[in-house]
């Protein structure tokens, strides 16, 4: 027999031997060989930490406690990722990539599998200075699902800078790449969980919340983010936040837990918030929401972060949809075609060893007999529920896939298998940018890849989404969009009201009552304020000085200006009475000059009479300058060309009665006085003194106060605005008319001691009744103007103008013009004599 013939017996023999003595087939739910290993750290089995497993120097066997099935669905999604890519991907082709998958059990295992995953093949971890060419047992780490273990493994692998991406933790310290440089995440960080919240509250005006958080870092981190946001904007506030405690290993609660709820349970009921914000992993609600159950707790809105947002078995709790409305922040959903059937397929075993090759020892922690059996149980409500944080474990391994497609410069057909290291892999999946089922995953500069946010709403349905999505945050715009309807469990459906104090009314402003900015009293903002509430709500802003509001306003009007107008009936009034004063004034003029020679002009005052004349004759036609809107050209005339033409008047009254008294009193007594005032025209030199004097005071007025038109408030009537021609009108006119004042007061006394001269020369009745007018008007004008402050104060100004100048014109001049053209007679020079005749024997 030659060789053809002994080489079947030959291979059938050995293969006896190799069967007869293999290993036990390993099972492929924690192990798969491949030429690059990735790291699996997840929660299988829930257990708060404790101390409990510190008592004996061993590792705490995860599976004595009760299984998490979200945890072993993302357990899952590894291992179909990882065989999707072997099998039907040509990321790597000829590379066969492996995983080793460890339970974490919450936080309890941590260390061990880490420093596993560091470690060779041979379980040593050498003491190095460098590490650069360093190949530890795995490439990558996926995992694991809280910010404390992740933490707690991202202080090892950084060291190593071994690539670690988390798929769930969503601490911001995580974010720290000086602390953490091999730290990726395909979750999207607390703040942007925490906005999302924000944006949801503030999408339904909940401004009084409740935060409950556990007794742990998860808990104390993600309140703190919480309040930290709200501190910057004071849109909502927290009424109160207490401590959930954390349940032993077992799930009971002691009697000091239970007093613990309790006292929290009763506080929820009596507070008027109604939106309850939870901070906790699903391990410390079981015995709460059990509790609120008994306490029958039914009105309330929970906001459920993500560690519990589409947690299953809590949603399968009997009657949880009692006690209100659950939304919940979570990852987006993105269908994985194919992973519901992988979800609940018994694994394969591995090929059995030959005797002659080592086979690698399994890890702690690394059984699960329960699981398969039952996430069947609730495969139906995960398949409802759709992929959301499985899809982030899917993308992490896809991540770290390119990336090894990159660093092994792979090609349609094969890979370079070299040696991997931890810092060149971590550099290329810092670098990764690739489409993955509708999403484009890349990394920023924190490590985070900017996957959308959905709000959820828990449904109870039969065969409907458990989870259903009612609004989404994206993360690169910061920006919250509902896109469903949500449910309520008020009785009408209404959007549940939870606010310390209801909103104010349109104009009115905040008042804050207490240490919450939320709680507040609502007050009237007064007339002349507005609320502008773009600006401030706690502040009334006051209106310009042109303008005005009315109660509760949240803008302002222009004020009506109020100035003297032609067509209402004072001013009619007034230019009538201007127009007969001016008619007057030229009919006098006319007369005085067509009898200038006569003796009753002369005893007048001849010439002086037109110097009086002239100014009436220009005052009356200047009274429209009191009428319409001032300008600076109608404020100087207003303040210095009435004044000045009255002045000369009644300086040139005040001369003439001085000069009678003179003429028939004192001429023989002061007769070098006499002839000295009648040489150097004493008269005229008084006039121009007076005027001169009057111009200095109207400067020195205009000088310290200006001239132009100023608008001021109607003390009766805010709505108006006064314009007049410097803010002290009234104080101006005062001053002003002193001057004159003092002349009429004069001229009245002259004509008095003058009472008694003949008849033809007595004028003293009616320049005591001119005298008389003038000053009792311009007292008149004060009162008036001390008691009031509107338009009148224009019009009773301009009419005490008129008759002051009406009654020098009718009261000094009519009687002589009456005289003039009713009684000739008495207007001849031997007329006059005789009456001086006879006053003279008369007093002999």
């Excluded at 009785?491 to 905040?510: A, E, F, R």
Aim: aromatic residues 12%; contains cysteine.
């Amino acid at each position: 027999m030659g060789l053809w013939t002994r080489t079947p017996w030959a291979l059938f023999l050995l293969l006896q031997i190799l069967a007869g003595t293999a290993e036990p087939a390993e099972n492929l739910d924690f192990f798969l060989p491949g030429d690059y290993l990735l790291g699996g750290l997840f929660t299988l089995h829930a257990n708060a930490q404790g101390t409990s497993h510190l008592t004996v120097l061993q590792v705490p066997k995860c599976q004595e406690y009760d299984m998490k099935v979200l945890g072993y669905n993302l357990m899952q999604a590894m291992r179909f990722a990882v065989e999707e890519i072997n099998n039907h991907s040509s990321l790597l082709p000829g590379v066969q990539l492996g995983y080793e998958i460890v339970d974490i059990c919450y936080q309890t295992n941590n260390v061990q599998p880490v420093l596993y995953f560091l470690a060779k093949t041979d379980y040593f971890l050498p003491i190095n200075r460098d590490y650069s060419s360093y190949e530890p047992r795995v490439v990558a780490v996926i995992g694991p699902d809280n910010s404390k273990s992740t933490i707690t493994v991202a202080n090892f692998l950084s060291l190593f800078l071994l690539p670690q991406i988390s798929y769930s933790a969503i601490s911001d310290q995580l974010r720290n790449k000086q602390r953490y440089p091999a730290m990726l995440h395909t979750m999207p960080s607390a703040t942007h969980h925490i906005e999302a919240m924000v944006q949801l509250m503030l999408q339904f005006r909940w401004n009084w919340i409740v935060v409950l958080m556990s007794n742990d870092d998860y808990g104390r981190d993600n309140s703190q983010v919480l309040r930290d946001r709200l501190a910057r904007s004071n849109d909502i506030c927290i009424a109160f936040q207490e401590v959930l405690p954390m349940p032993q290993p077992d799930q009971v609660a002691t009697a000091a837990e239970l007093r613990q709820l309790e006292g929290i349970l009763l506080k929820l009921k009596q507070a008027t918030a109604r939106i309850v914000v939870v901070f906790s992993p699903e391990l410390a609600l079981h015995n709460f929401f059990h509790q609120a159950l008994h306490w029958n707790v039914t009105d309330m809105v929970w906001i459920a972060s993500e560690s519990w947002a589409i947690d299953p078995v809590l949603h399968n709790l009997s009657g949880l949809q009692n006690t209100g409305t659950f939304l919940g922040i979570t990852i987006q959903e993105v269908p994985m075609p194919g992973f519901s059937e992988f979800r609940v397929r018994r694994p394969k075993a591995l090929p059995a060893q030959p005797p002659n090759k080592s086979r690698p020892r399994g890890t702690c922690n690394q059984e699960c007999d329960a699981c398969l059996n039952v996430t069947r149980s609730f495969n139906t409500i995960l398949t409802l529920s759709g992929e959301r944080v499985a899809y982030c474990v899917y993308s992490a391994v896809y991540a770290v896939a390119h990336a090894l497609h990159s660093l092994l410069r792979c090609s349609s057909y094969y890979c370079r298998k070299e040696p991997v290291y931890p810092w060149q892999l971590l550099k290329e999946i810092q670098k990764v940018n690739f489409p993955l089922l509708g999403n484009q995953i890349f990394f920023d500069k924190q490590g985070d890849v900017p996957l959308r946010l959905d709000i959820v709403q828990w449904q109870w349905h039969l065969s409907q989404n458990p989870f259903q999505s009612v609004a989404s945050y994206d993360p690169m715009q910061q920006q919250l969009k509902i896109i469903g309807n949500i449910s309520w469990h008020t009785y009408d459906n209404t959007i549940p009201t939870s606010m310390c104090s209801k909103n104010c009314q349109l104009g009115q402003i905040k008042k804050s009552v207490g240490i919450h900015p939320c709680c507040f009293e609502c007050n009237d903002c007064l007339p002349g304020t507005f609320l502008n509430q773009t600006a401030d709500e706690y502040e009334c802003q006051p209106c310009p000085s042109t303008m005005w509001s009315n109660r509760k306003d949240t803008s302002c009007f222009k004020r009506k200006l109020a100035f003297l107008e032609w067509h209402e009936a004072p001013t009619i009034i007034v230019a009538v009475l201007a127009v007969l004063g001016f008619l007057s004034t030229l009919a006098v003029l006319v007369i005085f000059w067509r009898h200038f020679q006569t003796p009753m002009v002369r005893s007048a005052g001849g010439p002086m009479c037109f110097l009086m004349l002239m100014p009436l004759l220009l005052a009356f036609g200047m009274v429209p300058m009191y009428v319409g809107q001032p300008t600076v050209l109608t404020c100087i005339c207003r303040q210095a060309f009435f004044t000045i033409c009255y002045s000369v008047c009644i300086s040139c009254i005040t001369v003439r009665s001085f000069q009678i008294v003179c003429i028939f009193k004192m001429a023989s007594y002061l007769p070098r006085a006499y002839g000295f005032w009648v040489r150097y025209h004493g008269p005229y030199v008084f006039v121009a003194i007076i005027i001169v004097l009057k111009g200095i005071l109207l400067a020195s007025n205009m000088l310290t106060t200006t001239i132009n038109p100023i608008a001021h408030t109607d003390t009766e009537d805010p709505n108006i605005m006064i314009l007049s021609c410097h803010p002290n009108y009234r104080t101006g006119l005062l001053f002003n008319s002193s001057m004159d004042l003092v002349l009429s007061i004069m001229g009245f006394i002259f004509a008095y001691l003058g009472k008694e001269l003949p008849t033809n020369y007595n004028e003293a009745k009616f320049i005591t009744l001119s005298m008389t007018f003038s000053f009792t008007s311009s007292i008149s004008l004060c009162t008036f103007m001390s008691v009031y402050n509107g338009v009148l104060v224009t019009i009773m100004d301009l009419l005490v103008t008129v008759l002051n100048f009406l009654a020098i014109s009718l009261g000094y001049f009519g009687p002589k013009c009456y005289m003039i053209l009713f009684y000739p007679e008495r207007n001849t020079a031997a007329y006059f004599n005789s009456m001086i005749q006879g006053y003279t024997m008369r007093k002999d």
